[in-house]
């Protein structure tokens, strides 16, 4: 709290006062204003600055699912992460988010800050923190069966995903995510030839347990995959993650070849049609459909009334990939993969906002501000576009 009082000159001196424990500063101010000596009382407020991205891609409008109705560039379909931005709110490292997926390319200029370091078992050849994984320091390929979470250029979905959750942002570099500060864990379990539901299930629950191992703020995890049918193993190991308060963002998944896509109330695509029963409270899952820059349902989306939660850009969207020879490159991607991530992103990003938030409480926000969308009245349980403007 700062004050101003009267001098002999009839200059006041500008004090900051610590508040003892248990006085409210509204008390203070009172108490102070009251004292002929002082001329005025106030709070020591915090400001924050106007973040405003430089990144080039960003400024240059490829990164529509960025943008929001008042931004520069503009695009009212967007996430309108920009508008969060300028509030000041574009994410914290203390806040983590699980990717399982193909491999991220931790050395991508974009990505290097925001990529988990395991500080509890570095490489040193022993299991340090007991949780089964030798030097897992950035996370594990449950594909392989080792702690190499890049493996090349095939891993372009998983990389390209990270982008649109955690590129760091303005650093007048390539792209900015819907976080420019986050932590990402890799749990690649996807390789050439796909991924099994076993090893899905070991990366699902590898992140479980590194957030009750080392109380980490994992909020979320991406889930840009499907196929196969129903299994108990896997929705047992979802909840599992829906008990320590951890949110199964998943892809609604492409099934538009005839141009409309499935509808998943009749024809369930797993994982997104999973419903969660976490502590019996709350449901963890969340199914993403995509949307055009122009805010249509994209022509490959699936959708459902009752079992796609919302809409979110999926339809060219530009992010981060691994170019040859180790380069940092970037390309557009459009799918309900690419929609996810927005999601994801934005569970980090009201994290962040919003410490000690819930996972049941990030979720009602998430679909709770979903902004009402025409083509997706009928086609998702929101009806709506995802909206972090008001994050």
């Known amino acids: 709290m700062v004050a101003a009082a009267r001098r002999s000159d009839g200059k006041?001196?500008?004090?900051?006062?610590?508040?003892?424990?248990?006085?409210?500063?509204?008390?203070?101010?009172r108490g102070l204003s009251g004292d002929a000596a002082v001329e005025f009382a106030e709070p020591n407020w915090i400001y924050q600055h106007d973040a405003t991205a430089t990144d080039p891609y960003f400024t240059n409008g490829s990164l529509w699912g960025m943008y929001g109705d008042a931004s520069s560039p503009t695009n009212q379909y967007g996430s309108q992460a920009a508008e969060a931005w300028a509030?000041?709110?574009?994410?914290?490292?203390?806040?983590?988010?699980?990717?399982?997926?193909?491999?991220?390319?931790?050395?991508?200029?974009?990505?290097?800050?925001?990529?988990?370091?395991?500080?509890?078992?570095?490489?040193?050849?022993?299991?340090?923190?007991?949780?089964?994984?030798?030097?897992?320091?950035?996370?594990?390929?449950?594909?392989?069966?080792?702690?190499?979470?890049?493996d090349g250029t095939q891993d372009d979905h998983g990389t390209h995903v990270a982008g649109t959750i955690g590129a760091a942002g303005g650093d007048a570099i390539g792209v900015a995510g819907m976080n420019w500060q986050v932590t990402m864990i890799p749990a690649k379990f996807l390789g050439r030839n796909g991924g099994t539901l076993a090893n899905a299930i070991k990366a699902v629950d590898y992140l479980t347990d590194l957030k009750t191992r080392h109380g980490f703020n994992l909020v979320a995890t991406n889930n840009s995959w499907g196929g196969g049918g129903?299994?108990?193993?896997?929705?047992?190991?979802?909840?599992?993650?829906?008990?320590?308060?951890?949110?199964?963002?998943?892809?609604?998944?492409?099934?538009?070849?005839?141009?409309?896509?499935?509808?998943?109330?009749?024809?369930a695509s797993y994982p997104s049609n999973y419903q969660c029963t976490a502590n019996g409270s709350y449901d963890c899952v969340i199914a993403v459909a995509a949307i055009t820059s122009g805010g249509a349902k994209s022509s490959f989306s699936n959708y459902g009334a009752t079992t796609v939660d919302i809409g979110a850009p999926g339809s060219g969207i530009?992010?981060?990939?691994?170019?040859?020879?180790?380069?940092?490159?970037?390309?557009?991607?459009?799918g309900t993969s690419m929609a996810t991530p927005h999601v994801t992103g934005a569970a980090a990003l009201y994290a962040a906002s919003?410490?000690?938030?819930?996972?049941?409480?990030i979720r009602n926000a998430i679909l709770g501000s979903a902004i009402p969308t025409?083509?997706?009245?009928?086609?998702?349980?929101?009806?709506?576009?995802?909206?972090?403007?008001?994050?």
């Open 12 to 29: 006041g001196d500008l004090e900051l006062l610590r508040l003892p424990p248990g006085l409210a500063v509204a008390a203070a101010i």
């Open 87 to 150: 509030a000041g709110h574009t994410g914290q490292g203390s806040v983590y988010v699980g990717i399982i997926d193909e491999g991220v390319m931790r050395s991508h200029r974009d990505l290097t800050v925001n990529v988990f370091v395991n500080q509890f078992d570095p490489v040193d050849g022993v299991d340090n923190d007991g949780n089964g994984y030798v030097d897992d320091v950035n996370g594990w390929d449950f594909d392989s069966n080792d702690n190499s979470t890049f």
């Open 230 to 267: 129903l299994s108990q193993g896997l929705l047992d190991a979802i909840n599992r993650g829906g008990n320590a308060d951890i949110l199964f963002i998943a892809a609604a998944g492409n099934g538009g070849s005839d141009g409309v896509g499935d509808n998943n109330d009749t024809i």
């Open 318 to 334: 530009f992010s981060t990939l691994p170019g040859k020879g180790g380069k940092s490159a970037y390309g557009s991607y459009s």
């Open 354 to 361: 919003h410490l000690g938030a819930t996972a049941a409480e």
């Open 374 to 391: 025409a083509s997706l009245a009928g086609k998702t349980a929101t009806g709506g576009r995802l909206n972090v403007g008001g994050f």
